[in-house]
């Protein structure tokens, strides 16, 4: 096997992006960057399970502060957030340990998979550079989750800052940024200026996990959908021609290895899919809500919530999109079945039409959905439904002195409802930022605005992570 189509494998495609993974105690498998899949392996007396492991118990040890913190002073609608962000971020890590303990049986079944589709006549159809697709997703993904976390960081320094400014408190900018931004562990840990690099850290641990899952869902469905188009270009290819029995045969063996493949992934990675899907639209649509408060004026606090916010909308339909590619191309499959001459239909041809027919090719999130392009439609309806609830909510609860402006924003809602219920997914998109922005603008301008008083009780953000 020439080195270009090895370097194609999966595993060696998506051994570094694990590497990486596993500095914030996720997937530790041992020997994650061997070239043969039989090197990897997993056990529990290894240093990365040792690391994973204190990642989690302080992680947990965390998530108690924060509990105690909220059983002391009440639960509410700001720091449920918190609690979320928590239960989340903890559940993905322990999945993806249990994801872990099954991933070289994984691996070594993908590359049995994959040795049919690295040889003829597969081999002249691997256009699909996987490799270049994977590191270009992963890349863009963590990048901008970078970037998000720099702004909220940055954020958290600027807020720390005028506090101390506006409150006049007696004491260290650090001191007064560890009591802000981790009011639950000042009650329980003195502050020191060394533990301060040691909660970044637990920070980190607990933000990278977020988008990490979108970007390993995609790199899997990447991965998959891969072989699925080479299996497509090989039919399209003879699709005018008329060919034997035997070809049928051997093509749905190979479409069922591939369906194998696919469930045994899907069993262990459902529930990564229903975390990431709910996890993200759950942050849409509490930042939708959010966005309908006064923000203030502060520039940095504005930017970075508005970046936080589209980026979580761009990584849900990027992981959505990218994750619905393997249904989309058992779908091009079947659409080539069905205009094969009547010379070359079979009894093997019609098994293979009937199974792409009745059988959906599709990730699962536990059963709950499937992941195909009619899901995007219907993530983005329920996001639309969503802000148009918060918007009524912010207009009546408005005061007095702002209903001169109600009926102006009523007109604007109405004509934007009718845009956007015109345009497609993409367009819907445009339409809602459009009049998001224009909305909050009429809202903040018809309220007293001023700027923001930092000198209050601490109380938990959902933006910080």
């Known amino acids: 096997?020439?080195?270009?189509?090895?370097?194609?494998?999966?595993?060696?495609?998506?051994?570094?992006?694990?590497?990486?993974?596993?500095?914030?105690?996720?997937?530790?498998?041992?020997?994650?960057?061997?070239?043969?899949?039989?090197?990897?392996?997993?056990?529990?007396?290894?240093?990365?399970?040792?690391?994973?492991?204190?990642?989690?118990?302080?992680?947990?040890?965390?998530?108690?502060?924060?509990?105690?913190?909220?059983?002391?002073?009440?639960?509410?609608?700001?720091?449920?957030?918190?609690?979320?962000?928590f239960v989340v971020c903890m559940l993905e890590h322990v999945y993806f340990w249990r994801l872990a303990i099954k991933?070289?049986?994984?691996?070594?079944?993908?590359?049995?998979?994959?040795?049919?589709?690295?040889r003829p006549p597969y081999r002249i159809y691997a256009t699909y550079n996987m490799k270049a697709r994977i590191y270009a997703l992963t890349c863009l993904v963590m990048?901008?989750?970078?970037?998000?976390?720099?702004?909220?960081?940055?954020?958290?320094?600027?807020?720390?800052?005028?506090?101390?400014?506006?409150?006049?408190?007696?004491?260290?900018?650090?001191?007064?940024?560890?009591?802000?931004?981790?009011?639950?562990?000042?009650?329980?840990?003195?502050?020191?200026?060394w533990y301060l690099p040691v909660v970044e850290w637990i920070n980190l641990t607990l933000a990278y996990p977020r988008s990490f899952t979108d970007a390993f869902i995609i790199c899997v469905s990447v991965g998959l959908a891969s072989r699925?188009?080479?299996?497509?270009?090989?039919?399209?290819?003879?699709?005018?021609?008329?060919?034997?029995?035997?070809?049928?045969?051997?093509?749905?063996?190979?479409?069922?290895?591939?369906?194998?493949?696919?469930?045994?992934?899907?069993?262990?990675?459902a529930p990564l899919i229903l975390l990431a899907c709910s996890n993200n639209m759950y942050f849409i649509c509490f930042q939708l809500f959010n966005s309908f408060q006064n923000i203030g004026v502060d520039l940095v606090a504005v930017t970075a919530f508005w970046y936080s916010l589209f980026f979580a909308i761009f990584r849900t339909i990027l992981t959505l999109f990218m994750a619905s590619s393997v249904n989309d191309y058992s779908k091009r499959i079947l659409c080539t079945l069905r205009s094969v001459p009547s010379t070359s239909w079979c009894v093997e041809a019609q098994r293979f039409s009937e199974q792409l027919a009745f059988d959906l090719t599709a990730w699962s999130g536990?059963?709950?959905?499937?992941?195909?392009?009619?899901?995007?439609?219907?993530?983005?309806?329920?996001i639309y439904l969503i802000h148009n609830s918060c918007?009524?909510?912010?207009?009546?609860?408005?005061?007095?002195?702002?209903?001169?402006?109600?009926?102006?924003?009523?007109?604007?809602?109405?004509?934007?409802?009718?845009?956007?219920?015109?345009?497609?997914?993409?367009?819907?998109?445009?339409?809602?930022?459009?009049?998001?922005?224009?909305?909050?603008?009429?809202?903040?301008?018809?309220?007293?605005?001023?700027?923001?008083s930092y000198c209050r009780p601490i109380e938990y953000e959902t933006g910080n992570e």
Not at 103 to 118: D, K, Y
Not at 236 to 258: D, G, Q
Not at 260 to 265: G, S, Y
Not at 423 to 445: H, P, R, W
Request: proline share 2%.
């Open 1 to 85: 096997m020439s080195q270009q189509l090895e370097d194609q494998t999966f595993h060696n495609c998506v051994s570094k992006v694990v590497f990486i993974s596993q500095f914030f105690g996720l997937l530790p498998v041992s020997n994650i960057l061997a070239n043969d899949v039989h090197r990897v392996y997993y056990t529990w007396f290894s240093l990365h399970t040792l690391y994973s492991g204190i990642i989690l118990l302080l992680n947990t040890l965390e998530f108690f502060t924060v509990g105690y913190l909220v059983f002391k002073f009440g639960l509410n609608f700001h720091n449920s957030g918190t609690i979320s962000l």
């Open 103 to 118: 991933w070289p049986f994984i691996m070594r079944a993908w590359r049995r998979t994959e040795e049919i589709f690295l």
């Open 143 to 193: 990048f901008s989750a970078m970037v998000e976390h720099s702004f909220l960081v940055f954020n958290s320094f600027h807020k720390s800052n005028l506090e101390r400014t506006q409150c006049k408190y007696n004491i260290t900018f650090w001191e007064s940024l560890y009591r802000r931004e981790r009011p639950h562990l000042s009650k329980v840990v003195p502050f020191n200026f």
């Open 228 to 269: 699925f188009h080479q299996l497509h270009l090989r039919i399209e290819s003879v699709h005018n021609k008329a060919l034997p029995m035997l070809f049928w045969t051997e093509v749905r063996e190979h479409f069922l290895e591939l369906i194998h493949l696919m469930r045994l992934l899907n069993d262990k990675i």
């Open 366 to 382: 536990c059963g709950f959905f499937f992941i195909t392009r009619q899901l995007i439609l219907a993530a983005s309806q329920y």
């Open 391 to 452: 918007l009524y909510l912010c207009l009546y609860a408005q005061p007095l002195s702002f209903h001169r402006l109600k009926y102006t924003i009523n007109i604007i809602y109405v004509c934007c409802n009718i845009i956007s219920f015109t345009f497609s997914c993409l367009q819907m998109a445009g339409t809602i930022f459009t009049y998001e922005v224009m909305v909050t603008d009429v809202i903040n301008k018809g309220s007293i605005q001023q700027v923001t």
